[in-house]
C-alpha cells in the first residue's frame, strides 16, 4: 500500500453530484442512501419508451454474426492460452470502437475467452483441450510449480469420505473444480464515489480491522483488504486504458453506467465464478439519466440507447469452461444476474423508468439469456410495471420473478438482489459462500440401504443397519432417513469449509469484495437436490405400501407402490407438509455444523440444469421414477410420467404447492420453473387478456408466499418442432427459463432439451 | 497425491537393516529407539583418528580456489537470476566429480547462490541488484502479479503501530524479510527408512488429521501434508538426477551419509531461511560406519574420508542475501548447525567416534565457520571426548557448547540439537517460529521518556506519562518500564503472529517438515537483546543516583550516575538478579499473548551480530553506554569502556553470572561469547596444561547451570594485527565465535572487527 493516494479526498472542481439531495451518502459509503433520497418513482406504462438507435442496430448485428460463429464452433470464439487473466492483463477491446456508448471487454477481442488458472490449472487446461486448444506448457510449469491453484489446493485437504461422497454424487456439482462465484460487488460506488474516495475508505478500514490481538482470522482479514485496495488501482489503470479516468465520481449518465460497468468489468475480467451477478443497478442508474434528461443534454431516445448498450456487454461475458461444467449447467450461463423494481419497507415502490428500459432491451435486441433479468415482485408494484413484466414474460421466456415481500422481511433492507438464480444477498453488505447442493432423493435410497450407493454398490456412508424385507415400515424408515441426513450434514458442511478456505486462500475475489464493505455478514449457502422425489417417496413409504424389489445380494434396487399416495405438487397439505419436513429437518442439522468463518447457513431448493445430471446417477426412488431419469429441477413437483407422480392438478395446484415450502429454512433461495401453455391464459387472440391473467397468476402466487417464478409461455409442441431442426437459424435465439436462468434452447444438451420438453406444459390454470 | 506410489512398502531385497539389533524403530518412524538399539559408545581418545584423504585435499584446495574467487567478489562466486529454487529445478552439479564421495550441490554450480523468490521477490531483486546482477523482468512480473510472495504478505497484514516499531528498532531483526529458518528436518529417517516408507507413513497421517469437523486448522495441517508427500517425492527425483534411488534404506555407511545429506539438500535447495541447521547426526551414521569397519569394508581412512566430504558440503551452502541481511547477520552465516555428543537420561553417554571424527574436520581442512559445531557438553561425557573438544576450542576457535544436562532436563528428550545458535529442538519432534528480539535496552529509554523514541523523537509506544526532573526515582521509573515491557510485549507477539501466518502461507518449508512428525509441537521463539545495558541501567537508577540531561525539548538524552553500582556480570547477587527479573517480567507477559497456531512461548538472551545493529540504534543508557556503540551481545555482560561499565572480575565471576539467569524463562537459549587469551590458560609452553584448564572451566561452568559457552583462544593483538592487514591470504580461514555462530574474522564488517577487538579478552580467570 502506498500512502500517496490513499489519503486523497474527492476533489469536485465541477461537482459531479450537482443537483442530488444532500444525505449521509456524502460523507460515507451509503449507496441506498443516495438512491432513496434522489430516485423518482414511475407509476405509468410503458409508453415512453424508444426503439433501439442505429448504434444499438449496428452493434447488435455485429454481435449476431459473432455469435453465429461462436455456435459453429462450439460455443468457443476464441480463447486465450498464455496470458492468465488479471484486471489489467488485456489492452482495450471494442465491438465496434466508434459506435460503442458503452465501452470495455473481458479480453481485448469480442467473445474471447480469458486464460483463468487460479480456480484450478486443470480446469484451465481441460478447458483449453476441450475445445481443440494447446495446452501451454509454460502456463502449465508455472502453475503447477510456483503458483498453485484451488483446485489443488482442496484435493490437498479433502478427506477419503469426500472424495467418496462426491464421486457417488451424494453430493455434487461443488464448487471445488470452478470458481464459486455469486459475489455481488456494490458496483454503483464506482459511479457514485469514483475509485480514490473508495481507496481512501478502505485504508480506514485497513487501519481499524482487529484490535491488538493477531489472530489467523483478523491477519487474513487484514490481507484482504489490502488485495482490494490493490484492486481498485488496477480499475483505475484498466479505465485509464480505454481513455477514462474514474478516480472522480461520475458526472452524468454515460459516465454513470460507464464508470458502473468498469467496476462489473474488473469482476469478470479476473474470476470466473459460476454467477457473476450485477446487483441491483436500475434506479441507480435512473437518478443520472433522469438529472440528464432534465437538463436536457440527453433524450429518452438516448437513455435507451446507453441502457441497449450497457445490457449487450452483458450479453457478451464468457467464460472458458470444462466439457463438465457445461454438462451440469448447460448453455453457457454466467448468470449477470440484474435485479429489477421491488418495494421500500416505506410502502412506495422503487420501480423507475429504467426498470422498464431494462426490460424493453428484450424487445429492442430480441429475447436473451443474458443477462439474468429478474423482477423482485409484489403485488403492490404500481400496476403499470408488473402489467409491462406479465407482457415481457409472455414475449420473451426470458425473465424471472421473486418475492419482494419476503426478501425485504427476512433480509431486512430494501437493496438486496439476487446473486445467481434465486439466491438473495443484500448488495455491498454480504457476500456468500455458495455450495451447490446435496441429494436428497439419493439419501432416502442410502437409508434404505445401509449407506449403500445404489449404482455403484459402493459403501459410501457409514454401514448403518439397512432395512430388510419386502415392504418398509414407515418409522423404521425415518428413524433411518434422519440418521443419513445426520451424516450427510456434517459431511456436506465441512466439504464446503474445505472448499471456501482453499478459494479465499488461491482464488479471493478482491475486485468484487474491494465494492463491499469490510465488515461484511457472510452466509454459507447450502442446497437440497430432489426435493419433490424425496417427499413423494416417503409418502409412498407411508402410504403407498411399497414393495421392494432387490438384486442378487439383497440390494434394494425398486420400489413398487401398492397403493395410490398423495404427491408434492397437487396443493395437499399433507404431501407438501412432507417437504416441509424434509427442508426443516436437513436445514437443523446443518445449523449444527461448524462454518468458514462463522459464516450464517443458508439453503436452497434450486439444482439449475445439475438436475439431469443428479437423475442420471439416482436409482429407482419408491415414488416411482426410474432410475437414471432426472430428478424435478428445484423446488418443482415432479413430472415425470408414471402411474403416482408429480403433478396432476394443473398450475395453481402446483404453485400453491410450492407456495407452502418454508422459505425461513430456505433463505438461499426456493425455485420454481413453469411452462403455461398460452392456451391456458385465455382467447390466444386477446393479448391483453392474457397478460392480464398471467398478472394476476403472479399476485396471487407471491401474495401465497410463493418465492420465485420461472414463467415460460409456449406450448409443448413449438419445442418439439424445434429440436428436430435445431440448427436452423430462425430458432438462434429462442430462449427458455431453465430452473434459475434463461438459456438459448438451442445451447441446451439433446438430453435436457428432451428432459425440457417432457416438462407439463400447462393447459389449464 | 497419487495413490499409485503412495501404498508401497518398502522392499527389503538385501535388508539393508541386517545386523541392526531389532526393535520398535522397524514398525514405526522412530530414529531415537534405532540409534539407542545400535550406537556404539566410545570413551577412548583421539589417536584413531586418521588425516585427510587425497580425495579430500584434492577438493578441499579446489574449494578454496572458489573461496579466494568468492572473497574477491565480495562474497558471491555467482547468483542465479531467472530459476526460482526447488528441489529440483537444478541438474545435478559437482566440485570434482570423480573425487567427491558425496555429492550434491543447491545448484548446478559450486557456490553459485540460487534465485528464491517466495520469501519476497523484492528481497531476492535486491539481493541479485546489490551484487551487481540484472533482475529478470519476468520473474518479477510472476512473483508480482500471479504468484504473491512471504514478504509481501507480511506487509499487507502489519498495522502501523508494528512498522513504526520495526523502523525504530525498538522490534529488530524480524524474519519478514528473510526466511525464518531454525526447522530442522530429521534428516536421518531418510537413510534408515528410504522415501517410500516415509511416504507410506505421512499418507498414514494425511488420513487421520482431523476428526470430522473442518476447522481452519485442520484444513491447513491436511493441506501441508500434502505438500510435505509431494517434497519427499522430490526429493526421490532429485537424488535419481545423482544417480541414487533413495525410495529405499541406505544399506552403507557412503548410502547412509548420502542418503541423509539428500535429505538436507532439499531443504537448503528450496528454503533460505536463516538458520538451516543440519541436527544431531553424529552417533546414527556411527552405527553405519561401525557396521562397515567391522564387516571390513570400510578402513578408518575411509569413514574419515566420507566425513571430511560431508562437512566439506556443509562448508559450500550459500544463499543470495541482502545488505541489510548481512549487515545483521555478518560473514554470511547459514547455520547449518551439528549438534555433538551429549549424555542419554540414563547415565551413558552419546559419545560415539564419528564426534571425534567430526571435530576433526578443523584439523584435517582447517577451522572454519560451517558447519557451526556445538557440542552439546556435560562434565559427566567421557574424559576422552571432554579433553579432545577442549583441544579443538583452544586451537579453532570455531566451537561452541551448550549445556546438555540442561537440555535433557527441560526438553525431555535425548535427541535434541541446536538450530542456529542456542536454540534448542527435539529432533523430529518439534518445529519453531524464530522471531528475532526487542531490544529492552532501548525499552529503559521509551519508560524514562513516555514511549517517545529518543533517536528518531518519534512518538512509539502508548503516550505514557514520561518521568521528569533531574533525577530518577527508581520505584516510579519501574512502574513505567512494566507499562513499556507490557506494550511491548504484545505487540512484539502480534506482529510475530503476522509473520508465520504468512511464512506458512507463502513460504512454507514442506521438505523439512517432511522429515518431522505430522503432530509437532511448535514453539514460538522470541528474544532480548540488551538485557545486561537493561540491566545495569535498573541498577544505575536504584544505586547510582542518575542525573539526567535533557535536550531542548525536555526529552532525556543522557544519564551521569554520580555514584558506584553494582553491575551484571561479576558475581554481584543483586546485579544478576536484577537480569533475571527483566527475563522473567518479559517472558511472563510474552506467556499471556495469543500464540500462531498456539505454539509454546520460549524466550533467548541471543543477539547474534545484531548487537552493532541494535547499538547503532540505540540512545546513551543510564548504566554509561554511549549512544550508538554496540550493546554486549547476548547474554554477556557489558564491556564497553567505560567508568562504571560491564564485567570488571575476571572469567570467573563472568561466567558465574551468566550461570545463574534463568534458563526456565529462556529456553530458546542464553548465549555468552567468551575470549581468553591463551596466558590465561596456564603456561603456553605446556598445552597439555592449557587443555586441561579449559576443560575444568567448562566442566565448572555447566556444572553450575551456565547454557552456553562461545569459547575463542587467543589474544586482542592477533586480533588488531590481522585488522590491519585484513586481505593477506594467510588470514583467509582465521574463524573466530562471536555471539551464537563462528566466522572469518575477514568477513565482518570494519565495524563488527572493531566490536569483536573491543570486547573484553580475559587474560586472568
Redesign the interface.
Known sequence: ?TTNTMDKTVKQATNPWEGFNEGRWQHEVNTLDFIKRNYTEYKGDDSFLAEAAPSTEKLWDKLQELFEVQHKKNGVYDMDTNI?A?ITSHEPGYLIKDEEKIVGLQTDVPLKQAFMPYGGINMANKALESNGYEVDDEMSF??N???KTHNQ?V???Y??EMRLARKNKIITGLPDAYGRGRIIGDYRRVALYGIDFLMAQKKKDW?NV?S?????DV??L??EV??QYRALADMKEMAASYGYDISQPASNAQEAIQWLYFGYLAAIKSQNGAAMSIGRISAFLDIYIQRDLERGVITEDEAQELIDHLIMKLRMVKFARTPEYNQLFSGYPIWATLSLAGMNMDGSSLVTKNDFRILHTLTNMGPSPEPNLTVLYSSKLPEGFRTYAAKVAKESSSIQLENDDLLRQHWGSDDTAIACCVSATVIGKDMQFFGARANLAKAVLYAINGGVDEMTKMQVGPRFRPIEGDSIDFDQFMDSYKDVLDWLA??YV??L??IH??HD?YAYEAPQLALMDTDLKRTFATGIAGISHAADSLMAIKHGNVKVVRDENGLAIDYVPQNEFPTYGNDNDEADEMANWILEYFMTQIKR??T?RDSTPTLSLLTITSNVVYGKNTGNTPDGRRAGKPLAPGANPSYQDGKFLGEKNGLLASLNSTAKLNYSCAQDGISDTQTINPGALGRTDDEEMQIDNLRQVLDGYFDKGGYHLNVNVFGRELLEEMDKDIDNPKYANFTIRVSGYAVKFRDLTPEQRRDVISRTDHTRM
Open positions: 500500500m492468465p488479471t508455472i502453475f510449480k510456483w503458483r489446493g484435493f490437498d485437504a478427506t477419503d487501519k482487529g491488538k490481538v493477531m489472530t489467523n491477519i487474513q487484514r490481507e489490502s488485495e456434517e459431511l465441512n466439504t469449509n474445505v478456505y482453499m486462500k455444523q461448524h468458514y
